[in-house]
């Protein structure tokens, strides 16, 4: 391996080192990566550093001292690479003996060692793969095809908030349940509108849209996005100003690992009453059946303050198999508001006082998330493996409801496997003021709700996943009648590689927009032409990267 070098003069050398083999090291001086043979130029930079520098080199670079007392990058025979690995893998349904693992899984805490292994790896015909929270639905932030690095930013995490201006700066490795629990330490009126579960990271998660509870209210994550950070395919610190409008435009909602690196965003905060309402309902079989069939014509036209969302899974009474339907609620109100709406909007459901829960904003987070005991929220910031499982993930998006001949073979095909969901949001409200060309996540006015399809299997080998894919595969065949259509309408964030896939290593326009139009619609062609200008050699890419334009 051969890195070329950059520059010449070695003086005032503040850096960080990245190792790519024993002899070949990377370092940042200056904020500018450079990449020679160390053996080259260690002479050269010790001589000119100055004693605390020293000092630091010597710690850093083992050739220069025989102790390396700060480790961030981490080989194959580190002892902690197989439990770094495995804690970036939210679905172990990719970790096997044929999948690829990374040479190298770096753990940076500063930004300037992000740029040397960006840089380093470039150099050297390395992929980069960069885990937030690891929650890819194909794995795709953790598995390449060809030789790659994994970037894991679970030590690069810092929450920076200002309610002065309702503003907070988060780094990319935060996750969710961190944000929400950093917040609420804060202030009980404050929130930010982004997903439910805890574990899953800031990074990825805004860049692909961030669908919440708070959706109807104040949009996705990405719209309450004022500004953010990026590193490219140069190495090069760039924050909105300097990365420019289209490229700021692209990573809110276009899937920021086709662009570069995030590092941060600024989030704008929103305002939340210091009580709020949740409810879940349970409801089996036949009525829940016509529940369900009702709430399509109610629950994107209610208050923006009242989110329902449906959850469709397997259950049981009585031994007997069945399917739930669970309608579960979050309301930015009191009680005594939210009662009497229901009984004009939604009558059917039947909603008592006793099925109200009254609690924090931050109370209802716990809720959404499973958790029973909600008076101790740093669990929030347990980055531990609670939702993990082997699973399959598909989505839709419906502009008419679903007739009722179709939930009875929903039903029907529900029995036959044991651990499946459908997931429904509903939109309106925001949602609906919010053209689809502002960012590129384009679902917006005439959608009533949101579908996402989880089938999750216990055992690992190939015949359980190949019966469960088959079957979630079949589920949403037989759904396509009834959802969107010219193009088949998907959520990137529930990333599907059955949609489509990019070629390896010649990332075809054409074959690219036959996914790229079902995640972004017409959005697509402007992604393509950003990408274009501000990645030409498409050095960030993967399965389901945005292409060049070279309509091949």
Known sequence: MECRERVEDYSSLSYTSF????????WVVSGTPQTKKLQDILPQIIHQLGPDNLENLKKSVPEAANTCTKQYVHSRNSPIYSSLLQAAQQNPRWVNSITRKPLFIVAPTKVSEIQAAIVCSRENGLQIRVVSGGHDYEGLSYRCKTPFIVIDLVNYRSIDINLELQTAWVQAGATLGELYHKIAGRSDCHAFPAGLFPSVGVGGHISGGGLGTMVRKFGLAADNIVDATLIDANG??????????????????G???????????KLKLVEVPSKVTVFSIDRFGKEARKLVHRWQYIADKLSEDLFIRVIIQNSKVNGIKTVKATFNSLFLGEADELIPLMSNAFPELDLKQENCIEMT?????????????????????????????NFKGKSDFV????P???FEEIWERFTKVESAFILMDPFGGRMDEIAEYELPFPHRQGNLFNIQYLVKWKRDGIRESKRHIEWIRDLYNYMTPYVTHSPRAAYFNYRDLDIGMNNQDNTSYLQAKIWGQK??????????????????GNYFRNEQSIPLMNYA
């Open 19 to 26: 190792q790519v083999h024993p002899q070949m090291y990377t």
């Open 236 to 253: 090069k610190i760039l924050d909105r100003n300097a990365m420019g409008d289209d490229v700021f435009w692209a990573i809110r909602g």
């Open 255 to 265: 899937g920021g690992a086709s662009f570069g690196i995030i590092v941060s965003w």
């Open 361 to 389: 904003w931050i109370q209802s987070v716990l809720y959404f998330a499973g958790f029973k005991d909600r008076k101790v929220i740093k669990v929030l910031s347990d980055r531990g493996t609670l939702y993990k499982s």
């Open 399 to 402: 502009q008419n409801p679903i």
């Open 404 to 406: 009722k001949i179709a």
């Open 519 to 536: 995640y972004f619609k017409g959005n697509f062609e402007k992604l393509v032409q950003v990408k274009t200008r501000f990645d030409p």
